[in-house]
DNA sequence: GGGGCACCTGAACAGTTGTTCAATGGGGTG
DNA sequence: CACCCCATTGAACAACTGTTCAGGTGCCCC
C-alpha cells in the first residue's frame, strides 16, 4: 500500500504547501488513498507526524549542503546550489518559500516536541551552510580573518532573505541577479569587529 | 469603550504574535474585553479585519521607511532603522518576525481580498525600501549604475533575512554585525548586467 | 421626557478539526 | 477447517471555529 517514506514524503508536500495548522489529517489521508484512523496506526497524532516531516525535511537540505561542500569549484556549486532552489518551476512554485520557516510562522499552535523539533532543524540547516563556508575557505576563496560560523549564518540569511522574493517574484533573472550580487559580496570585505 | 485604532492595534499585535488562523476572533474579543458578536458590528468578518490590520501594518512600515529616507546622512540612517526594526527587546521579541511574510506562509487560507491587500502590502514595503534606494543614491552614496529598483528590492531581502535570524538568534552583536557587513555590501561593487 | 439610533449581548448554529474505538476482514498457523 | 492476530475501517465524539440574530442597553438630539 503505502510504505512509510511516501507517506512522508505525501505528507510533506501538503504541509509545505499549505501550512501546517491549514492541513488536516483528512487531507493526508485523502491523498493517501485511506481511511480515517488509519494514519494512527503509524503516527500517534498529528503533531508527531509533523514533526517526523521537519526532521525529513531537515536531512534533506543539510545532504544538499554537504552535497555542495564537496564540489572542486565552490563558488559555482554555491551557485548552482542557489539557483536550484530558488527558482522552482511553476508546478512547484511553493518550494520557493521554505518549510521551516512557514512552521515557524505558526509556531505558537506547535506542541513542545515538534517545537525542539524546529529548533534542531533549523539548527542542522546552519550547520549545513557553515559546513559550505568551512569548504570555502579551505579552497582559498574567501578572506580569511572571518569565523567560518559568522559565514554561514551569512549565507543563510541571504538564502532566507532571497527564498521570500523568489516566491514572490515574477521575475526569474532578477533572482539570479542577486545570486550574482551575493558571490560578491561574498568574497569581499567583511567587518573586523567579529 | 474602544475607538477603531485601538482596536486595530490590539489585533495587530494577536495576529503578528500568533498568527491568522491561530488567532480567533474569541481571543479579539477576549482582549478587547467584548462579548462574541460584537466585533461584527465593525467589522464584516475576520477576513475582513485581518485585511484591515495589513493595511495598517503595511502604512506603519512603509512610513518609517521614509521617514529614514528624509534623514541627511543615509547610511546611518539605514543602520539605526535596521538596528531598531531587527532588535527588538525580549518582551517585544515576536515583533521580530514580519507580519506579512507570517500572512503569506499562511496564505492558503486566505480569502481572496485579504490576500489582495497582502500583494498590496508587500508592494507598499518595497516601494518603501525603493525610496530609501533613492535617497542614498541623490546622496552620492552609491554606484549610479545600478537602478534604485535593484537596490531596494535588494535592501528588502537583507531585511527579510535578518528578520528570521534576528528572531531566533540569541546573539544580538552578531546582528550588529551582519548589519554592518549590507552597509559595505550596499556601497560596494554590483553585478553588470542588471 | 421621548424617540431613534448605534452599539452591545449571549445564546445558538453549522461546519471543521483531531482523535477514538468497537466492529470487521483477511492472512497465516496449528 | 478452525483459530488467532493485527491492520483497517468508518461512524462517532468533543472541542473549537466563524458567524448570526432577536432582544437589550445606553446615549444623543429634538
Redesign the pocket.
Known amino acids: ?1 503505502s510504505d512509510r517514506t511516501t507517506m512522508l514524503n505525501i505528507a510533506t508536500d501538503l504541509f509545505w504547501r499549505k501550512g501546517y495548522q491549514a ?4 487531507d493526508i489521508q485523502q491523498a493517501l488513498d ?5 494514519l ?3 503516527f500517534q ?3 508527531e507526524l509533523f514533526e517526523q516531516v521537519i526532521v525529513h525535511y531537515a536531512e534533506q537540505i543539510l545532504a544538499r549542503l554537504e552535497q555542495s561542500a564537496l564540489e572542486k569549484d565552490g563558488l559555482e556549486a554555491t551557485r548552482q546550489m542557489f539557483i536550484q532552489e530558488l527558482l522552482k518551476p511553476e508546478e512547484q512554485r511553493y518550494q520557493r518559500q521554505c518549510l521551516l520557516l512557514n512552521a515557524m510562522a505558526e509556531s505558537s499552535k506547535l506542541e513542545d516536541r515538534a517545537a525542539e523539533a524546529l529548533d534542531d532543524a533549523m539548527a542542522k540547516m546552519l550547520q549545513g551552510f557553515i559546513a559550505l563556508a568551512i569548504s570555502l575557505q579551505q579552497q582559498n576563496l574567501l578572506c580569511s580573518v572571518t569565523s567560518v560560523d559568522k559565514i554561514g549564518q551569512w549565507l543563510q540569511i541571504q538564502f532566507v532573505g532571497l527564498r521570500n522574493t523568489a516566491f514572490v517574484s515574477r521575475n526569474d533573472e532578477d533572482i539570479v541577479y542577486f545570486i550574482d550580487k551575493l558571490l560578491i559580496d561574498l568574497q569581499h570585505q567583511w567587518p573586523h569587529n567579529g
Open positions: 500500500m492541513t488536516s489529517m483528512r485511506l481511511r480515517p484512523g488509519s494512527y496506526s503509524r497524532s498529528k503533531s
